[in-house]
């Protein structure tokens, strides 16, 4: 009896050991997982940081060279400037709620906004790269009301626009497109550059991958996303 008695305690104590071994375990795959998603945060947020950044520099820049003595265009330069800093704020909003982030607990705020008019509103503020560089922008779509978190799709359509500009071809063209596809809107943005080479495609999802084909290029950013 003795022997069943301390056989049953060995198997109790080995069943608390493996409950106590799965309880240290997730919390370690717990805090790796938090951990992890702080990275790509601080990543996404310094690669996002970037085009307000230089939005803000060439219109002060085009205020001091060319538009100073002109009212018109002064005022339009300047609220740019205005509008990229209050993005510059909301990114800053961001990092502040990143606790939120990593609680799995960040809210989205969709509200209803014309799709179009955001495309618009995103594409004029890089209306820098036409009046210095030469770049030609094509849109042209209609009114569509969209549901979603505005900020978040401006975030990704600032990205996308700021890539095509990285890498457009010899003729300077982008073409962003927004359509009505019957259960959502469709936003496109494309240019006559070289594109992703086919090796590259499969690696275009992961975060920041730096395509080997423009180490060579180091004036430009080498981030596919």
């Known amino acids: 009896r ?5 056989r049953g305690l060995g198997d ?41 950044l230089t939005m803000i520099r060439a219109y002060a820049e085009m205020i001091r060279d060319l538009s100073g003595n002109t009212p018109v265009k002064r005022t339009q330069h300047c609220q740019i400037i205005i509008d990229e800093a209050e993005r510059l704020s909301s990114l800053v909003a961001d990092i502040q709620n990143l606790s939120k982030l990593q609680s799995g607990t960040e809210v989205f705020t969709p509200t209803t906004f014309d799709m179009s008019q955001l495309c618009r509103t995103v594409i004029n503020r890089f209306g820098i790269m ?5 770049y030609v922008f094509e849109f042209s779509a209609p009114p569509l009301q969209a549901y979603a978190d505005y900020s978040k799709i401006e975030q990704v359509l600032y990205n996308l626009i700021g890539n095509a500009c990285n890498y457009v071809g010899e003729d300077k063209k982008i073409i962003v497109g927004c359509e009505d596809v019957g259960n959502g809107i469709k ?8 594109g992703i080479s086919p090796e590259d495609l499969s690696n275009v999802w992961i975060r920041f991958y730096l395509s080997l084909i ?7 950013p080498i981030s596919i996303s």
């Open 2 to 6: 003795d022997t069943d008695r301390s």
């Open 12 to 52: 109790v104590y080995k069943r608390q050991v493996q409950i106590l071994s799965d309880s240290l375990n997730f919390a370690k795959d717990e805090m790796s997982k938090t951990e992890q998603m702080r990275r790509d945060f601080i990543a996404n947020i310094s690669h996002d940081l970037r085009t307000p």
């Open 187 to 194: 936003v496109s943005v494309s240019d006559h550059g070289k």
């Open 130 to 134: 036409s009046e210095k560089n030469g």
């Open 214 to 220: 423009h180490i060579s290029e180091p004036t430009r």
